[in-house]
């Protein structure tokens, strides 16, 4: 093995952590490095480190608002500076959707001043806490790249810069995987390592959940539909299908966690806890749905076998309580 790719290797694979700063450091990095064109050195300015950090923080924070630090009464700064950008984006929108960081036109959305001095409070903490702390290990520095704090600016010889690019698709991989690892430790959320993947391979993608409308249709008359939520009956338009444990945690769409309700209902609950009363109901309909699908004979799905397991597993009532954890 290259002896400069080793020691990110190490670097990586043994660094303490609490937050995942050190592994979207590294990324950033690698990414920026492989994405050189030419075969000289790359000098890096914090702000294009600092835009890449907004972009990992802001995809899985918007879609599944993942923990990023152990320490949940303080979170890292960057998270907190992430998820403030994030909040001025849904209220000039006026929408909860999710969007990724790559297709947010700020300047369009007259929020650029905020995104410039998002970037800069993010490079600031690089500076003072990420860019140094990343070439120590056991008391001894690691000569990965030259640094310039008082500029703002990473330097990566050519190289090193020509070692990142023979050997990047092992990097990248390793990065990920520790940094699924940090994500573990700090959440209760399932999926882990498929939300990170998600979010590299732009695919995390909300699908039609119209298949399920058959299976529902056995337990909720199709002609007198009724929100899971109020009891009252729907009018075709006003129909939505929701995930009562919130898509964001669960990142997959199993019948067992889905009902009829209003659009609204939908919209106002958002990715917000289920009160109790609601998994109970969830619990009873899911005995009630297996059955129905029995009687309807529609036992030969996927469907059916996994809304088995659920019941059999206590999936409802086992992802709630991590959920609020």
Partial sequence: MNPYISNWIKIIWNCSFDNTYKMAWAKALVEIAISNNKQAKVVIPFDDIAEKFLKYYWNQTIYFDLTQGANLKKPPEILTYTKDLIFEYQQVTGTMQPIRFEKVDFNKLKLNNSY????????????????????????????LYELNKSNRIVTLHQSQVESIKAYYESLLPIINYRWTQ??????????????????????????????????????????????????????NDEISIDHVIPWSFIFADDLWNLVYCHKSENSKKSNRLPVEADIQKLENR???????????????????????????????????ISFKG
């Fill in 116 to 143: 410039i001095k998002t970037i800069r409070k993010i490079g600031n903490t690089l500076k003072n806490d990420v860019c140094w702390r990343f070439l120590n290990l056991d008391k001894k520095a690691y000569p």
């Fill in 286 to 320: 899911n005995l009630k749905l297996v059955e129905s699908m029995r009687k309807a004979d529609k036992t030969n799905s996927k469907h059916y076998d996994q809304l088995q397991l659920a019941i059999e597993k206590d999936y409802v009532r086992q992802f709630w």
């Fill in 182 to 235: 940090m994500l573990e430790s700090f959440n209760f959320a399932p999926r882990i390592s498929k939300k990170v993947r998600a979010i590299d391979e732009d695919n995390v993608r909300r699908k039609s959940l119209t298949k399920f409308r058959k299976y529902l249709d056995t337990t909720n008359d199709k002609e007198k539909r009724v929100c899971f939520y109020c009891g009252e009956q729907m009018q």
